[in-house]
């Protein structure tokens, strides 16, 4: 089973930036999908954005498309995801996620049920 970490959250104001970042270990990093879902207080867990394996194929939660961009370093078994224009809504515990084991192709579901292993979340804190 693959082992997920993240990195890089914070307390920042309503319009910064910033990048969270995925490490990846235990399984082939190239050969599946990643996905990042956000659990707000209170609120169920939601899908954010997804990466293909190759990182040719992205998808965007409405909520995130033009601020958010998913990126991915194969090399490096990590998965980013750049928050650009942040707002008060952003803030939640961001997480990301794979497929389960021996899935291939594009794994194209926005489901937080159907992921299988998750990293243990990072605090984005966004004040007006």
């Known amino acids: 089973q693959v082992q997920l970490v993240e990195f890089g959250g914070g307390l920042v104001q309503a319009g910064d930036s910033l990048r969270l970042s995925c490490a990846a270990s235990?399984?082939?990093?190239?050969?599946?999908?990643m996905a990042w879902f956000r659990q707000a207080t209170g609120k169920d867990r939601e899908f954010v954005a997804r990466?293909?394996?190759?990182?040719?194929?992205?998808y965007y939660a409405d909520s995130v498309k033009g601020r958010f961009t998913i990126s991915r370093d194969n090399a490096k078994s990590t998965v980013y995801l750049q928050m650009d224009s942040l707002r008060p809504e952003d803030t939640a515990v961001y997480y990301c996620?794979?497929?389960?084991?021996?899935?291939?192709?594009?794994?194209?579901?926005?489901?937080?049920?159907?992921?299988?292993?998750w990293g243990q979340g990072t605090q984005v804190t966004v004040s007006s």
């Open positions: 235990g399984r082939t990093f190239s050969g599946y999908t």
């Open positions: 996620a794979a497929p389960p084991s021996g899935v291939s192709g594009y794994y194209m579901y926005v489901s937080p049920s159907r992921w299988a292993a």
């Open positions: 990466i293909s394996w190759s990182g040719g194929s992205t």
